[in-house]
């Protein structure tokens, strides 16, 4: 069965702490696609970034970076130096096999809420 | 700038009413989505529509059914509203490609008394 946990519930930093927020994914298939979404207060969850199974180089982009490592399934993502503006829930989500593809049906996580005190 | 907007973002609805939520996208996307968020399941597949009057069941439709008659706007029916469905919904696009990422509305938070 096709599975994505995300078993911090809620993160609270410090500005300009580093913080990891965890997502282990759980899937039988050989192609598949790994995301994370922000959804900041305002309600609209905004796409991060987007990884498939073939690729397990990490990703780093400004003061985030995702960390994919298959042979634990997991998929983390890192903030380092945290802002105020980071304060949101955070969502993992997966693709492939019945959902995906074409279709783009994607299976979440419970969400992280991280929140960054000044 | 591209969109997905929902009509409302709370509603307050009785047991028993019939509820109409109401989604709509400007990007020519094939693929559109119903979800519902809550607090320790995070989001939940209810329908998704691939194509104008198409419609697949996603994890819980139960309770749920939906509309597609035009390409950019996805309805959710609630036939008889009840409390158990008080939740946060969320509507989301994408094209027709393999495994793209999806747009998300703002959500609408519904409460049934």
């Known amino acids: 069965a096709q599975k994505v946990t995300q078993a911090q519930t809620e993160i609270s930093v410090v500005e300009k702490e580093d913080v990891t927020l965890d997502c282990v994914y759980e899937?039988?298939?050989?192609?598949?696609?790994l995301f994370w979404y922000k959804q900041p207060p305002s309600g609209e969850l905004v796409f991060l970034i987007r990884?498939?199974?073939?690729?397990?180089q990490n990703e780093i982009s400004g003061r985030y970076s995702w960390n994919f490592q298959k042979s634990t399934s997991s998929f983390n993502f890192t903030i380092t130096a945290s802002q105020v503006v980071d304060s949101a829930v955070y969502f993992c989500?997966?693709?492939?096999?019945?959902?995906?593809?074409?279709?783009?049906?994607?299976?979440f996580g419970t969400g992280t809420l991280l929140a960054v005190q000044p | 700038d591209v969109k997905v907007t929902q009509s409302s973002r709370y509603l307050v609805k009785r047991t028993g009413e019939k509820v109409f939520l109401e989604c709509v996208q400007d990007?020519?996307?094939?693929?559109m989505f119903w979800y519902r968020q809550d607090p320790g399941l995070g989001l939940r597949l209810i329908y998704f529509?691939?194509?104008?009057?198409?419609?697949e069941k996603g994890d819980i439709p139960e309770g749920y059914s939906v509309s597609r008659e035009k390409k950019e706007r996805f309805s959710l029916i609630l036939e008889s509203a009840s409390t158990n469905q008080t939740s946060m919904y969320l509507c989301?696009?994408?094209?027709?490609?393999?495994?793209?990422?999806?747009?998300f509305g703002s959500g609408t938070q519904l409460s049934v008394l």
């Open positions: 990007m020519d996307h094939e693929n």
């Open positions: 990884r498939n199974s073939f690729d397990e």
């Open positions: 989301a696009s994408s094209p027709h490609g393999d495994n793209e990422k999806l747009f």
């Open positions: 989500a997966l693709s492939g096999g019945p959902y995906g593809g074409a279709t783009n049906k994607l299976i």
């Open positions: 899937t039988r298939d050989t192609t598949y696609y």
């Open positions: 529509s691939y194509d104008v009057k198409m419609k």
